[in-house]
């Protein structure tokens, strides 16, 4: 009995072997076959594209994702939005290994996440894919550049102009400044009981353009160097326009922003980015209003917000994505959100299509040659911390311009030599 | 014998089923209290970076000792200290009296008790929003106060107003919480000791003075030392009325916003200086109340 028992079991073991090795071969056959087909149609892979929850640019993207796919039958795009804090949630994800393969690249935050690796220069890409990076504004080339490499393409971006209420100049027959001092002459001319001159927000996001133009910078490298001479003599101008009841901050007469104090009429002029057009429009749409270049001292200056497309160094497919973002900012696809006035397309050719459709930005694609981009390096928000307390500390007259500033240079130092 | 044997099982049996119920609780608490606990201790010894956590290095006491020499730390601190030396004796004495009132014989205390304990439990940014209402330069207290004289200020944005803000914002908030507590103080103190120094003569303000008061001892001590630990740890308020940013000059800069500036305001900020800076303020209010506990023990437990 054990012996039949014996047999079978070692007959049914030979079965199973040999049925095994026919499996396999099937198999080895099958796996043939399918390399063959993926010779001729690749495996399609998912990219995954975070942003900003934005109405519009969400409705925007998602159009531009469907004609993507349909033109790369290979490539899936797979859109995010994270609502709330982006740049936080952004880099969480970075720290817990779940980066997005595509994603919106802040100015401000950029320099960190690229000092420490996270994104992915994209010089390599453009020349393979021979991507006509030319055609980008080259201060907005510049901002995303870090020791040489480049690694984002600009989605768009807005820059300062000097906005002057025209019924107002009108009336007392001036003509829009164009230098400091005619600048501060309307605002003495424009300020009555009921109006000020100018309507500024006290911070580095409006002030910094004439640190520039008075032949100043931030920057040393890339490093902030924010209490050079030029800088504080700006600043001292800068603050003199509140010390002379010139100038007032929206909140000092209870609005907002610079937006509402100018839309109400409560100032004759304001230092604002293209947004304010588009804000105007909705909430003033009766106001006779005109927007110049930003005064000039020793030189033009201006500066440039923007948020970049750039791509995860982790990313397993990085060509995926760069064919993405070269699609997203190709000249069609760019072209479709001028309708909406919120920023001015990053190629330099649709500025004209731009300033036809909506003529009140001329002045904003007059001064891109010259904008300085709103980046301080990996110690960027503690420059906008710093230089903001100094002006606020300033015009409190808590502070001479040169101590404020001296301290500010000081705190941001301490910054940067704990985080490198 | 079996006896013997049978006592200590039953008991091991309890503590079995004991430490069975507390066992959920215990997990949360180690994962999400006491795990981030040491690993903040550790991060506090060490430049941690969570972007580059590969570079991360010990660098010893080097957090604290620049902790030290940190103006914008010594100005949160300043401030902290000026805020809970207002609000916990300002809240202690709204919220003893509120109690007071709704312990009374009056109509309508419920009312009373509802009305004054909503604020307590209204989320702290409802509370911003409506304070920003209230307090902006045209707002109704500006209006206000105007009738008697008072300049118009902006309370948000003049350094010397912004963190009295705060503590009106605290103390209308936290007064509700307190009068619950000593509610219940008042009603625990037996009616006979009250009667007593009655028959004996006394008035209702010697009553609530040589009776209650000394009574109400173990509650007031609960108030004063939650007060403590709660205003040092303030945050919400000065992150309300700056916007996050500690302003205007570090006015309303406190602690804990500092700690949460230097940790999560900036992109891949060194983790380990907000975590050495949490826990001197742990070392602060861990003495502070070592301090009150030996004050207030004198005499506590008579009665």
């Known amino acids: 009995m054990k012996r039949v028992l014996s047999l079978f079991l070692a007959l049914c073991m030979t079965v199973t ?3 095994g090795c026919s499996k396999k071969a099937a ?18 892979v998912t990219i995954t594209v975070a942003t900003f929850s934005d109405a519009f640019g969400n409705k925007w993207e998602k159009e531009v994702a469907d004609e993507f796919m349909k ?15 982006f740049f936080k949630a952004l880099e969480n994800k970075f720290i817990a290994n779940q980066a997005p393969d595509v994603f919106y690249l802040d100015i401000v935050q950029a320099p960190s996440l690229i000092n420490a690796g996270k994104v992915e220069p994209i010089d390599d890409y453009i020349s393979k894919y021979n991507y006509d990076i030319d055609d980008i504004v080259p201060s907005l080339r510049q901002a995303f550049t870090w020791d040489g490499k480049l690694y984002g393409i600009a989605k768009d971006y807005n820059m300062l102009g000097l906005f002057y209420n025209k019924e107002m100049f009108e009336k007392k027959g001036l003509k829009p400044p164009t230098n ?24 580095i996001a409006r002030f910094q353009p004439l640190a520039y133009q008075n032949g100043g910078s931030m920057m040393d490298g890339q490093n902030p160097k924010v209490n050079r001479d030029e800088n504080i003599k700006a600043a001292e101008f800068w603050t003199s326009l509140f010390k002379d009841g010139l100038a007032v901050e929206p909140k000092d007469i209870g609005e907002g922003w610079d937006g509402d104090a100018f839309g109400k009429g409560k100032v004759a002029m304001t230092i604002e980015g293209g947004w304010m057009c588009k804000y105007l429009q909705n909430t003033a ?8 270049e930003l005064p000039v001292n020793k030189t033009k200056s201006t500066m440039a917000f923007t948020v970049a497309w750039g791509i ?20 069609d696809n760019q072209r479709k959100v001028i309708p909406e006035q919120n920023a001015l397309p990053s190629r330099i050719s649709l500025h004209q299509e731009f300033k036809d459709k909506f003529p009140m930005w001329d002045a904003f694609t007059k001064s891109y040659e010259y904008a300085a981009p709103y980046n301080y390096g990996i110690a960027g928000t503690t420059v906008i911390d710093e230089v903001g307390k100094a002006l606020e500390k300033i015009k409190l007259k808590k502070s001479d311009a040169k101590s404020a500033f001296d301290e500010a240079q000081k705190n941001i130092e301490a910054y940067l030599a704990d985080v490198k | 014998m079996p006896q013997k044997r049978g006592k200590p099982s039953y008991a091991k049996k309890d503590a079995v089923w004991g430490y069975l119920f507390v066992l959920p609780a215990m997990i949360l608490i180690a994962v999400w209290i006491i795990y981030p606990m040491i690993f903040a201790f550790r991060l506090s010894f060490m430049n941690f970076k969570y972007l580059t956590p590969e570079k991360a290095r010990y660098v010893g006491f080097a957090n604290y000792i620049r902790a030290f020499s940190d103006d914008t730390f010594k100005k949160a601190l ?33 009312f009373f008790k509802v009305a004054y304990y909503i604020p307590s439990i209204t989320s702290a940014l409802a509370v911003g929003t409506m304070f920003k209402f209230l307090f902006n330069q045209q707002g109704i207290i500006n209006r206000f106060l105007s009738n008697f004289g008072f300049h118009s200020v902006s309370w948000f944005e003049d350094p010397s107003y912004a963190l009295p803000l705060c503590m009106i914002m605290a103390i209308w908030s936290s007064v509700g919480g307190g009068m619950i507590l000593f509610l219940a103080g008042l009603q625990d103190i037996p009616s006979s000791v009250i009667e007593a120094a009655q028959v004996d003569g006394a008035n209702g303000f010697q009553r609530f003075l040589k009776i209650i008061l000394p009574l109400l001892r173990p ?8 007060g403590i630990i709660g205003t040092l740890q303030v945050f919400d308020q000065a992150y309300i009325v700056s916007r996050g940013s500690g302003g205007p000059l570090d006015s309303t800069m406190t602690v804990v916003l500092y700690i949460y500036n230097k940790g999560f305001r900036t992109t891949n900020a060194n983790m380990g200086y907000p975590s050495a800076l949490a826990f001197l303020l742990f070392a602060i209010i861990f003495t502070l109340t070592l301090i009150q506990k030996k004050f207030f023990d004198k005499g506590a437990e008579s009665y």
């Open chain 1, 17 to 19: 072997l040999f049925a």
């Open chain 1, 27 to 44: 198999q080895t056959n099958q796996q043939n076959e399918q390399q063959q087909q993926t010779e001729q149609k690749k495996e399609p």
């Open chain 1, 71 to 85: 033109q790369n039958p290979d490539i899936k795009v797979n859109l995010e939005q994270y609502p709330g804090d």
């Open chain 1, 180 to 203: 400091w001092e005619e600048l501060r002459q309307c605002a003495k001319m424009l300020t009555t009981k009921d109006v000020k001159g100018l309507a500024l927000q006290n911070e």
């Open chain 1, 285 to 292: 749409p009766n106001l006779k209003y005109g927007v110049v």
């Open chain 1, 312 to 331: 995860a160094s982790t990313s397993p497919n990085k060509d995926a994505a760069f064919k993405f973002v070269s699609f997203i900012t190709n000249k």
């Open chain 2, 78 to 110: 300043t401030n902290t200290f000026k805020y809970s030396l207002i609000v916990v004796p300002v809240q202690t004495i709204i919220s003893l009296l509120l109690a007071l009132v709704c312990n009374s014989r009056i109509k309508g205390k419920t």
């Open chain 2, 219 to 226: 509650t007031i001590f609960f108030a004063v030392v939650t």
